[in-house]
């Protein structure tokens, strides 16, 4: 009887699961859906199938300059983030800073504020300073809406370090920057690629930043979009958003594959 419960409940278990699954993707499938479909427009459920608006988009020079746009952005202000976020979290972690505790309120607080409102706040900003720069300004913004990500990730991962092995180092005559290179951040780059990842995708996909910062030559991808919806509405739209989520799909792949998700996540 238990065995029959116990199967019986794992199914219920498991089914309830797959449909929260479903609930999760069904917008992403709808859109895929879409941008395979031989109508003009979007409908759904979509009609006959056809790859020609990938190729429609693909040979738009706006769309392919909008996208490079967002990709170099993306790696720049990850990289930047990592820059800042490793030392960062590691001065915070280990060091007896004095207001550690307010120092990392302030560097996580961009997760805090809604992201609308930061993005206002830096036009101001950057209006009254005289910043004119888009490229630049949109490189500040987005090092700061991603530096979180990296600050969190590798702050815990730093909790999770085995620090008699750092200590075995020093005991052997190990200089402190030799142990910090050869024994902790082997033990973080979980830690490192998970929040690289999240910095990636936060950049690449973002919208509210982008609107208060970009101009007419720098236009990233999400503000391309979101232009060309407000012209028409047909199925390459979708197939703009479906090139997003394979990017997406992408950078989680490659994660998977230098580190592993489930490590990276700390699971």
Avoid at 7 to 36: D, E, K, N, R
Avoid at 164 to 184: D, K, N, S, Y
Wanted: net charge positive; charged share 10%; glycine share 6%.
């Amino acid at each position: 009887m238990r065995g029959r419960l116990s199967t019986s409940g794992a199914v219920l278990v498991y089914g309830f699961g797959a449909l929260i699954l479903l609930f999760i993707l069904a917008p992403l499938l709808v859109v895929i859906s879409l941008s395979v479909s031989q109508a003009p427009f979007a409908t759904f459920p979509p009609r006959g199938f056809t790859f020609d608006w990938f190729g429609r988009v693909i040979a738009d020079e706006e769309f392919r300059h909008a996208f490079m746009v967002s990709v170099v952005l993306a790696v720049a202000a990850t990289a930047a983030s990592f820059a800042l976020g490793l030392p960062a979290a590691y001065a915070l972690n280990r060091w007896k800073v004095p207001g550690a505790a307010a120092m990392e309120a302030i560097l996580l607080s961009p997760q805090i504020f809604p992201i609308l409102i930061t993005g206002l706040a830096l036009l101001q900003f950057m209006a009254s300073r005289g910043l004119r720069d888009a490229e630049m300004n949109l490189f500040i913004g987005h090092v700061l809406i991603t530096l979180p990500y990296l600050v969190r990730t590798i702050t815990a991962s730093l909790k999770l370090v085995d620090r008699t092995l750092e200590e075995a180092a020093r005991t052997l005559g190990a200089p402190p920057w030799r142990v910090f290179w050869l024994v902790t951040v082997p033990q973080i780059i979980p830690g490192i690629a998970a929040g690289c990842l999240f910095s990636f995708m936060i950049s690449f996909d973002d919208f509210p930043i982008s609107l208060w910062l970009a101009d007419a030559q720098t236009v990233p991808l999400p503000i391309f979009l979101h232009s060309s919806m407000s012209r028409v509405f047909d199925p390459s739209i979708a197939a703009m958003s479906t090139l997003m989520i394979l990017t997406g799909a992408l950078a989680v792949i490659g994660l998977e594959k230098l580190v592993g998700l489930r490590r990276a996540m700390g699971i």
